[in-house]
């Protein structure tokens, strides 16, 4: 009888929600109806002008380097590269497992946002870059948006403690830092993965664990 019971309830329930979305379908379709030939034509220029701009915007941004995961060769060449983009995600590493562990996790952010510029710049060759920006433990991430450091995430501890994160966990927390889109706009892999893309790069690259301190 209890078993019974509650299949009513879920039966009821599923029928709420399939009313609910057609109800939702249905509305679409009279909004379309409504809308006469001047409507359509002014609609699509609209969607013509955005991807438009779009493009415009994408073609700007592989322009600057967006899309690949590089080194900055000297820290006077750091200034340049974090007025030229809106948003720049900068590794400061040393030769180490965690910086490398951090450099695998980058280098597949790099391809998915394109609205942002990834780069990495050596440490300890930056004496007056790490000073300045207070760099202690490496690695360290300096989220910058609009030329000035807006965040940091230091080490692993936000991201579980552990360097077997996974690429979305570190994703997740740059969008939080809002200097990459949620969806990763304009992104060169416009799905992610699954299962492949949410193994832990550790789990993915066991022969150089030997590298580590």
């Not at 399939?18 to 379908?25: G, L, P």
């Not at 050596?122 to 920006?133: D, M």
Request: proline share 2%; charged share 35%.
């Amino acid at each position: 009888m209890e078993n019974s019971k509650v299949q009513e309830i879920l039966e009821k329930q599923v029928l709420t929600v399939v009313k609910a979305v057609e109800d939702k379908i249905d509305e679409e379709i009279a909004a379309l109806d409504r809308l006469d030939n001047d409507d359509l034509e002014a609609l699509r220029e609209r969607r013509l002008q955005q991807m438009k701009k779009m493009a415009e915007k994408r073609s700007r941004w592989i322009g600057l380097g967006h899309g690949e995961y590089s080194e900055i060769p000297a820290e006077k060449d750091f200034f340049s590269i974090v007025k030229a983009s809106e948003r720049v995600v900068c590794h400061f590493y040393r030769e180490n497992w965690p910086c490398k562990v951090m450099d695998k996790h980058l280098s597949l952010l790099a391809k998915r946002h394109i609205e942002t510029r990834f780069v990495k710049i050596h440490a300890e060759k930056s004496p007056f870059l790490a000073e300045r920006l207070k760099i202690v433990v490496l690695p360290t991430l300096a989220l910058i948006k609009n030329a000035k450091v807006d965040d940091y995430l230091v080490g692993f501890d936000e991201l579980g403690g552990t360097d077997e994160f996974a690429t979305e966990d570190l994703e997740d927390r740059l969008a939080k830092a809002q200097v990459i889109f949620s969806e990763g706009e304009s992104s060169l892999h416009a799905s992610k993965s699954g299962t492949q893309s949410k193994r832990s790069v550790r789990q993915s690259s066991n022969a150089d664990s030997s590298d580590s301190d």
